[in-house]
């Protein structure tokens, strides 16, 4: 095959995969009525969401107090220490509290997702269970899709609230910003619906994407030991790409032009 | 007689190649029905075919008269409760006991009280020998136990056909004869159909009451276990004899190797 | 058992969500539970906003009172008016009160700095939806600028 003969089959591969992902997140989502799945959910936010919880708090935390303490330096050569608060908590919560939750998230659980689903495939049990006439979108994929797609954003809240107290503890509890700064800027600074709702907004897109692309590349892998770990790792970078250049594209519409 | 499944004329490729071309198979009613065949060659395709997993290109698959290929999603969900499918790796869930596994098919398509579905899984593990097995995770089972777990959990909801994927496959002379013993048993005391595909050969005649054998996108030869053993086929004859070199030749097909190895590059 | 432990987990994290979210909405937007009628609409006309934006605050003598509503401009004088949501524990203002665009610090954020203005018989209180006719346009510090070096080339003829 000539170039440019290969870069077409590869795009033409690469639509018509889209086109697969697209069918089987219509299969997923459309298996909401059942009640049935309601447990499995649970179970499977359980996974995924309360076995991410760790890593995210101390991400969280850690960054809040680097973002404090880089702050810190560069406001105190203006006087302007007081604005620490709408820094860090502005910054948490419109960009890195969305944001870094993502990519947490497809790392920790986006990849186990993958992997699970693609090894399931593997072992023939999602053959089986078509062949038990059970849908495997329905009993395996949506219950992952919906807790992955709830569990993020309550992630990202977790993850900007401990920020901002990381950012408390070293600015003022350590730096010795006044308190009283602290919260009151942040609090005449940061507005409820145009930060912390586009906040939740950007990161229920996120969750979208990165659990879509998480099951869709398990549930499309190659059945083999090199095809899931290809799959995993095809996870975390295509999520990774898709949450940053769709938060440019997000933070444009929501803050760029007013 | 009755047939549980026709295929009539059944073309099926795969990705540009030809795995079935033009095939016709009966598996009659209450009867253990054999495909055989050397490895590679789909046999485990022909079970996803008439589980209407995959589509045939060309020719027919009917499931107790009714044509599973133009049959609609809703429908063939439904026939697909009145077969069952045993895979090669057992596919159990590895994240549920032996017990919620067998328990799996009648919590999902009946609604039976907690303690019917324990009462059914004891019995069908007792069919199969493991009801003291109950509690253990899947990745606890030998091999062997693991496919009889599996082969409870298919019977569960009562099936009329069972497919047995390479059944035999890598399991020791044990295991292998209990597992002969349970397919014919299974069989005789359910009453239902059984498709077994495999490549083990003299395990399999022991207890087949028919037999496919196939080779070359084609069957190549078929009929009762005695008739296949007294066949004059050639072809045949080198599968039962397992003898390396005859009609299937040792060699992949290549260029001749004095040319490869001396001959000018042409 | 292990189902249950869980749906508990779960539970919890439902439960960090939910504090997480309190924290963010109270202690940190200062999203107060107040709704409408806990507030009254005073307009203001100004030549000049300068950097006003809404939801400043509204101050007097550095106690928050309010907040900027929404800033329009006037259909017919193309002059800007603010709209002002005054807490209506802080009502019983006269109508010679005046408002002024003020600046906290030399860099700081701009808010809307409001005077009382005396009571003596005949004057009414502000009412829901009045005017305020004394207004002061915010400074602008190119015009000031620009005002001083005037006065400064003056000087020296």
Redesign the interface.
Known sequence: MNPIQSLGAGAISQVASIGRAGVMLFGAIFAIPRLKNVPLTLQQMFVVGVQSLLIIVVSGLFIGMVMALQGYTILVDYGAEGSLGPMVALSLLRELGPVVTALLFAGRAGSALTAEIGLMKATEQLSSLEMMAVDPLRRVVAPRFWAGFISMPMLALIFSSVGILGGHLVGVDWLGVDAGSYWSLMQSSVEFGSDIGNGIIKSLVFALVVTWIAIFRGYDCTPTSEGISKATTQTVVYSSLAVLGLDFILTALMFGIE | MDNIVDIDNMTFSRSGRVIYNDISLKVPKGKITAVMGPSGIGKTTLL?LI?G?LAPDAGDIRFAGESIVSMNRSTL??T??R???L???G????DMTVHQNVA??LK??TRLDSDIIDTIVALKLQAVGLRGAANLMPSELSGGMARRA?LARAIALDPDLIMYDEPFAGQDPISMGVLVKLIRQLNDALGVTSIVVTHDVTEVLTIADYVYIMADKKIIGEGTAEQIRNSESPLVQQFLQGEADGPVPFHYPADKLENALFGEKT | MNKYKAELMVGVFVLLTIGALLLLALKVANQTMATQSDTYTLYAKFDNIGGLKERSAVKVGGVTIGRVNSISLDKKDYTPVVELSILNKYKEFPETSSVSILTSGLLGEQYVGFQPGFSFDGIANLQDGDYLQDTKSALVLEDLIGQFLFSRGKDEE
Request: net charge positive; no cysteine.
């Open positions: 996803r589980g997993q969900y439904k697909r409760r077969m069952s499918m895979f090669q790796s596919a159990l869930f590895t799996f098919p999902e398509h599996a």
